[in-house]
């Protein structure tokens, strides 16, 4: 870090551990506590936040006022105790601060055009062809126009009347898609480079594209088909494997047996049985051949299946025989759904986009453009060539243009010899991953601007925005607060003998009233609350919300940097939400080797479990090779699938009430008799009952009916915790003040509340 952004980065510390300032000393006070002044800004600034956000109401004010005192008591003690110094405290605000950057990191306008391009995109589906000549990212000037010039030429050729399929088969170097005439069927939106989606859009039916290049080398592409999207299939299959090498004997009997299978539904054979009995798939087989996910047309990795498939019109229709390179399919319709609104997709599209390099460049480069105009950033043209000029050169340290400045940010000053620390440091990062990337003097200077630009922002954040520098004070006084509690509160009340002895002096405080156990489910609709009594019949329940795949190279298991920060946020999804359990699932592409998916879901697992997940939490599967989601981009194929499901019913009522709020409630536990107006309406015996109260449709299943009774001390026990911390809080928070004096400006706090 040089020195101007070291002391940026002082200030700010400063900032955050002074609350009083000269303009604050002289405002109307609050509180005083010791020599800290609370001023009537900070105080209605918190007010209205937690008025806001529900989390007090105008009718309680003197619980916010005693809450408010007792909560900067506490900090103000800590601070006295030195608890803001430690290095362990320094290191959580630094994550944390990282952590509240990122989305002030972002160019937002861009994100948002990028989600609104890629929903629009969605609408329609798009079919290409392409032919491929590979690139290295570093290719030399002439490599990378005699690769271009190629193209060029099969283009000119193919204008003039050659055939597009035939010039792909013998010059495109794609050899998935060669055999096929270049064709890469139907693409999915969010599954492809960037570049290579907008050509593919851009492009209209029947034409090609101009050469172009991604980071995998150049294309050219010609669209064979566009129409309107036409939904997402859920599906089931029976299999009949048959190997591509296979006999003339095997086919016969491959052929004859999915034949025969097709005779039994014919004469209306149940279809999960036919499949239990002729299928070779082991992961479907025994559950009806049902494939647990839906299937667009750019997902369904054989052009025959995607025509067949979205065919059929009505649920349970089967197709004929059809065969893959995978075998003989007979397919049946479980699910046809369509594209969801907007507002729901956006959470999704932007969660792809965050994880998609060839968008983020995009993103970042506004925002560096943006943020070098917004921060006044001026170059030394001169300074920065002598840098590249003298790139490779060997130094000693001492050379006079190692001191000159190449750039400023504001004050901050970057040097040449920052610029070659800078990547010395990053090459060094790069060795340790075995991961170097042959890169020009010129990439890393570009690098270099880019990252003291943003640095220089996220530096600065606290000062550009008020709310950052709040949200950072809030959450520093939290840990402050938090640490105090555990050290004097929580710790000490988890004293079993204290407790105990707490419990028998309180016992009348700890008793049972007549009470049932009992499941409650209500709906505004009877058919919503069927489908919620299946979906909650049994824990752990599914869920809608979804995660990114984590990408792997071809035949690796090994996690790269951006996969390591995805399982870092999955990590931390999980911590924050205790509920949830985690599929994670193995997939490979049709390429790789057999056990490679089965590896990557191992180790996946293997991290959240050292990261502190229980295994309890986790559900581990592999896909193997059965469910590519991209013909043009093999590599979207090595992967590992998240999915969330939860041990809360509540994270299931909000999936439905997302849709239409309010459409479903669900409760399960013990009730008194007054605490749930639909059980006071049934009588009080085991067993499922359904009634209607006020227009809702009502399930309740009694499983147990209990009479007054005094509760045992390990039933009371979380009862009892909460009174005994209650009690050690107030005798706590008045050795404070007696410590600490307090001066309360009652008149000045009615004012501001008023």
């Known amino acids: 870090m040089n020195k101007s952004l070291t002391r940026i980065y002082r200030i700010i510390a400063l900032l955050l551990i002074t609350v009083v300032s000269a303009e604050a000393q002289n405002e109307n006070y609050v509180l005083k506590i010791g020599n800290r002044t609370i001023n009537s800004k900070e105080f209605a600034q918190t007010y209205q936040k937690l008025l806001q956000s529900d989390s007090i109401r105008k009718d309680n004010q003197k619980e916010f006022i005693n809450n408010y005192i007792n909560y900067k008591l506490i900090v103000y003690a800590a601070e006295r105790m030195g608890k803001d110094t430690t290095r362990a405290f320094r290191e959580e605000i630094d994550t944390y601060r990282k952590e509240l950057a990122n989305p002030y990191l972002v160019d937002k306008q861009v994100l948002e055009k990028l989600i609104q391009e890629s929903y629009e995109r969605m609408r329609e589906e798009v079919r290409v062809a392409q032919i491929f000549i590979p690139l290295a990212k570093n290719a030399s000037p002439a490599d990378t126009m005699a690769a271009y010039n190629e193209l060029r030429t099969l283009r000119a050729r193919i204008t003039k009347g050659e055939s597009f399929e035939q010039l792909a088969k013998t010059n495109s170097k794609d050899t998935y898609s060669a055999v096929k005439g270049g064709d890469l069927g139907f693409l999915s939106v969010l599954e492809n480079n960037y570049t290579f989606e907008t050509a593919a859009y851009n492009t209209p039916k029947g034409e090609m594209s101009i050469p172009f290049r991604t980071n995998k080398g150049f294309h050219l592409i010609k669209v064979l088909d566009r129409h309107s999207f036409r939904g997402k299939v859920k599906l089931a299959h029976i299999l009949v494997s048959l190997a591509p090498n296979a006999s003339s004997a095997e ?10 299978a097709y005779e039994y539904l014919k004469r209306n054979e149940p279809f999960e049985g036919v499949c239990r009995a002729f299928s070779e798939d082991p992961r479907t087989k025994d559950n009806g051949g049902v494939m647990n996910r839906f299937w667009d047309a750019g997902t369904l990795i054989d052009q025959k299946i995607v025509e067949t498939v979205f065919a059929l019109k009505e649920k349970n229709d089967y197709t004929l025989p059809i065969q893959t390179s995978l075998g003989w399919h007979i397919f049946r319709l479980i699910e046809k759904k369509s594209l969801p609104k907007y507002d729901e997709m956006a959470p999704f599209i932007r969660q792809k986009i965050n994880a998609d390099a060839s968008r983020n460049v995009i993103i970042k480069n506004n925002l560096v453009k943006r943020l070098q105009k917004d921060n006044n950033f001026q170059e030394t043209v001169s300074v920065k060539q002598e840098a590249i000029d003298n790139f ?363």
């Open 251 to 260: 086919a016969s009997a491959a052929k004859k047996k999915i034949d025969e």
């Open 392 to 754: 490779y050169k060997d130094r000693i340290g001492s050379e006079d243009y190692l001191s000159k400045t190449i750039f400023t940010i504001n004050q901050s000053i970057s040097t040449v010899k920052d610029f070659y620390t800078f990547v010395t440091k990053h090459q060094r990062q790069l060795a340790k991953l075995k991961a170097l990337d042959e890169k020009t003097p010129l990439d890393w200077y570009d690098q270099f601007v880019e990252n003291q630009n943003l640095r220089f922002e996220e530096a600065n954040l606290e000062v550009k925005f008020p709310e950052f520098r709040a949200d950072i004070q809030e959450y520093r006084e939290g840990i402050l607060q938090k640490q105090m509690l555990n050290d004097n509160v929580f710790e000490k009340s988890l004293d079993s003998l204290a407790q105990v002895k707490f419990y028998n002096q309180h016992i009348d405080q700890y008793q049972y009233t007549h009470r049932v156990l009992a499941k409650v489910i209500t709906s505004d609709r009877k058919e919503t609350l069927e489908q919620a009594k299946t979906l909650l019949a049994k824990a752990p329940y599914p869920m809608n919300r979804r995660f990114p795949d984590i990408y792997f190279e071809k035949d690796k298991s090994a996690f790269s940097a951006d996969a390591q920060k995805m399982l870092y946020d999955l990590n931390i999804i999980l911590l924050k939400n205790r509920d949830y359990i985690v599929e994670v699932t193995g997939n490979s592409d049709p390429e790789e080797q057999e056990s490679i998916s089965a590896e990557r879901a191992k180790k996946a697992v293997n991290y959240l479990i050292n990261s502190g997940v229980s295994p309890m939490r986790i559900i581990e599967k592999d896909d193997g090779k059965y469910k590519p989601v991209s013909k043009t981009d093999r590599s979207k194929n090595s992967r590992v699938g998240i999915r969330f499901l939860s041990d809360s019913m509540e994270d299931v009522v909000k999936r439905f009430n997302a849709l239409k709020p309010n459409s479903l409630s669900a409760e399960e536990g013990y009730f008194k008799k007054d605490e749930n107006e639909y059980l006071g309406a049934v009588e009080w015996t085991l067993g499922e009952k359904n009634i209607s109260v006020k227009g809702r449709f009502v399930s309740i299943n009694i499983q147990k009916v209990e009479e007054p009774r005094t509760k045992t001390f390990k039933e009371a026990r979380g009862q009892v915790t909460r009174d005994y911390q209650k009690q050690l809080s107030d005798e706590w928070l008045n050795q404070l003040k007696a410590k600490y004096p307090l001066t309360i400006n009652e008149s000045e706090i009615q004012r501001v509340l008023d």
